[in-house]
């Protein structure tokens, strides 16, 4: 069974720290390109950081510098290590995994969707 499952998140304090983890199983995510989103109540889901297959990594302006991810090909997961949370990073957030691969009968897509996990940074 393809599935993805984060895990990490929780009620925090601002300036606090939080490590999200995403974890695969029925695949392995050493070819795929991982995001990790966030979506606040009443918001769209919006991308937060990105890795690559080849590792290259890009984040969002309002958390770079705060956020690592990372990934780690022999457990099959990928990271999200959050510092210096500030209540406006309060939000579900969500790890997507995503690859393509082209065969004779053309390009086939694939995309995961993990179930989520609640950041909630708060006094």
């Known amino acids: 069974q393809v599935q993805l499952v984060e895990s990490g998140g929780g009620l925090v304090q601002p300036g606090g720290s939080l490590r999200l983890s995403c974890a695969a199983s029925?695949?392995?995510?050493?070819?795929?390109?991982i995001g990790w989103y966030c979506q606040a109540p009443g918001k769209q889901r919006e991308l937060v950081a990105a890795?690559?297959?080849?590792?290259?990594?890009n984040y969002a302006d309002s958390v770079k510098g705060r956020f690592t991810i990372s990934r780690d090909n022999a457990k099959n997961t990928v990271y999200l290590q959050m510092n210096s949370l500030k209540p406006e990073d309060t939000a579900v957030y969500y790890c997507?995994?995503?690859?393509?691969?082209?065969?004779?009968?053309?390009?086939?897509?694939?995309?995961?969707w993990g179930q989520g996990t609640q950041v909630t940074v708060s006094s």
């Open positions: 997507n995994a995503k690859t393509f691969v082209i065969t004779a009968r053309g390009r086939h897509d694939y995309d995961y």
């Open positions: 029925g695949f392995t995510l050493r070819s795929y390109d």
């Open positions: 890795i690559t297959s080849g590792g290259a990594i």
